[in-house]
């Protein structure tokens, strides 16, 4: 089992940055993919992307693609979401999450962390 704690939310402004951190409990981070997931009010909640074991694969939703950096230091057993260009549309409760094997389009985690907020002002 892994334990699973974000930070890093707050408050910016449409247009800016904010870079989001996920620390994870236990000795096998490194074999664990890691996700990120977003859920806005009265909205279901939504796939952001993920990152292999070892990082050198990522995958990323359309709406974010391009904006959105998911990066992992297993040194540290943090996971990292890095934010630019930051919309309204962003503001949401991020998640990440945590499970050992499966491709990075899947959608399916085990293991959750409690959430940070996220809200951009336009």
């Known amino acids: 089992q892994v334990l699973l704690v974000e930070s890093g939310g707050g408050l910016v402004q449409a247009g800016g940055s904010l870079r989001l951190s996920c620390a994870a409990s236990?000795?096998?981070?490194?074999?664990?993919?890691m996700g990120w997931f977003r859920q806005a009010p009265g909205k279901e909640r939504e796939y952001v992307g993920g990152i292999s074991w070892s990082g050198g694969s990522t995958y990323y939703v359309d709406s974010v693609k391009g904006r959105f950096t998911i990066s992992r230091d297993n040194t540290k057993n943090t996971v990292y979401l890095q934010m630019n260009s930051l919309k309204a549309e962003d503001t949401a409760v991020y998640y990440c999450a945590a499970r050992r094997f499966g491709e990075l389009t899947r959608i399916y985690y085990d293991y959750w962390g409690q959430g940070t907020q996220v809200t951009v002002s336009s």
């Open positions: 236990g000795r096998t981070f490194s074999q664990y993919v």
